[in-house]
C-alpha cells in the first residue's frame, strides 16, 4: 500500500507541475479554472494540496526561492525550473509530513523530464541551499 500512494503522490505532483506551469506561463488564474482540473483530476487530496498551496503561498515560496538564487532573478528563470522550484520549495516550507530528500529528488527529476540537461543540476543546487538555511 506504501508503494501505491508513493506513484499516487509523484503522479499528482507531476500534474500539479503541469497545471502550475500552464499558469505561470498564461499568468492569468481564474479560480473556475482551478476547480475544473481539480474535479477533472477526482479532487486528488495530495494534488489540491499542492496546486492550492503553491498558488497561496506564491509569494512566500518566490521569496525563499530569490534568497537562494545566485546571480539570477526568478523572473529569469525558464518557466520549468521556477514551477518545479515553487513546488519543491512549498513542500519543504509547509508540508513536514514530506521527507525533504524526497520533495528535491521528485523536483530534479521533473526538471529533467521538461526541462534541459542542466535543469535538474540547477534545481538540486538550488533546493540544498534552502534546506540549509
Do not use: C
Not at 53 to 69: A, Y
Amino acid at each position: 500500500v506504501k508503494g501505491r500512494s508513493f506513484m499516487k503522490r509523484r503522479a499528482a505532483r507531476e500534474k500539479a507541475f503541469q497545471f502550475l506551469f500552464q499558469i505561470d506561463i498564461n499568468d492569468e488564474v481564474d479560480n473556475h479554472i482551478v476547480q475544473d482540473y481539480l474535479e477533472e483530476q477526482n479532487n486528488d487530496k495530495f494534488l489540491k494540496q499542492l496546486i492550492e498551496g503553491v498558488m497561496d503561498k506564491k509569494q512566500e515560496v518566490d521569496d525563499t526561492i530569490s534568497r537562494h538564487l545566485e546571480n539570477w532573478s526568478l523572473d529569469r528563470l525558464a518557466s520549468v525550473e521556477r514551477t518545479a522550484l515553487r513546488l519543491a520549495a512549498f513542500e519543504i516550507e509547509y508540508l513536514d509530513d514530506i521527507p525533504t530528500n524526497v520533495s528535491i529528488n521528485e523536483a530534479v527529476e521533473l526538471a529533467n523530464r521538461y526541462g534541459d540537461a542542466k535543469s535538474g543540476k540547477f534545481i538540486n543546487g538550488v533546493l540544498s541551499k534552502i534546506v540549509q538555511k
